[in-house]
């Protein structure tokens, strides 16, 4: 089977609310819908949607990428298309996770098999997932037993916005609120240098926190290893693992997860390559998107199932977009099930009646 077209139309999708961190916020997410077509007349979708502030390159380097291969790709075999966009993935990691994804998605139809299914033959029926609740602030416990009550067990708040008092604070009364079998997993983008993320952290001693984030500013090996062995819970490395690398993360490993980005790593392909090295080296891996378009969230749906474990993955966030490309995975007390459709069973809208016209062209 050989492609014969490649194209790709832009989107904009306004949140419904600011997105904010201690790397800074956003109210819109735009991106790129990828669209490959065969020989078959199989038609493969993915989304290239840059966050720099989250590790991507550019909307201008993105673009760039995407306009290169679509004089590139047509005419080529899917899997030697695949091996080149993977061996080119460093430069544009959105751009070429769209390509990959939309690759992938072709292969896995022409298996006739749901695309985890085509990553990985054992891959999980079904996916927990985290609420993302944002920042601490006077909402803070409605949206949380808002969430409690749709199911969600997992519940992802941002810190390191305020003080570490105040922050502190919120967070005891949240979870006096709470009941049990409810866990905090907190992300602080690093925020904080050792010795204020050692004073947060011991804070956090009685509270049922699942995991931290990206604690500190400058990770090193070094400060990991200091803060995980006085903390029950698991370090998580996100930002962190894209400044310190993988083989400095996972050779000894000073943390005891990996919070895995398709958007940010290139594609779905590597992502899975590094849970794989991570389980082997005793590490847990959570999936998250990037706050994508309805295609990357069950891009990243399928990549969760074929990492294959327990943990709740960061997938619930299409509930944060006013609108979107299409129809988005929706979880169910908690839990987003997979489909049975060949390839990445997600096609996206060329029109949406709550956004901008869609053009495929």
Known sequence: MRLTHCTFAPYRLPLRQLWVSARGGFVVREGWLVMLETDAGLTGYGDCAPLPQAGTESMDSALACLSGWVAALPGLPLEVALGRITAGAAGAPAACCGLETALLDLLAQQAGLPLARWL????????????????????????????????YLVL??????????????????????????????LDANCAWNERQAEVFLGALSGLPVESVEDPLINPDR????????????PLAADESLRIMGADAVLNQPPVRRLVLKPMVMG?????????????????????????????GVTAALHLAAAVENDLAHGLATSTWLESDVGNPPRPTRGVLKLGDKPGLGCVPSKENEHSEKIFIS
């Open 120 to 151: 990985n033959s054992h891959s999980s029926a079904a996916v927990k997932v985290n609420a993302m609740l944002g920042g601490l602030d006077s909402q803070i416990v409605e949206r949380a037993l808002a969430a409690v009550g749709e199911g």
């Open 156 to 185: 992802k708040l941002k810190v390191g916005l305020a003080a570490g008092h105040e922050e502190l604070s919120l967070l005891h009364d949240l979870v006096r609120c709470l009941p049990m079998g409810v866990s905090l997993r």
């Open 222 to 233: 070094a400060g990991w290893l200091r803060l995980q062995a006085k903390v029950p819970f």
């Open 267 to 295: 594609g779905l392909a590597s992502a899975l390559a590094l849970a794989q090295r991570a389980s082997e080296a005793g590490v847990g891996c959570v999936v998250t998107t990037t706050v994508d378009s309805a295609v």
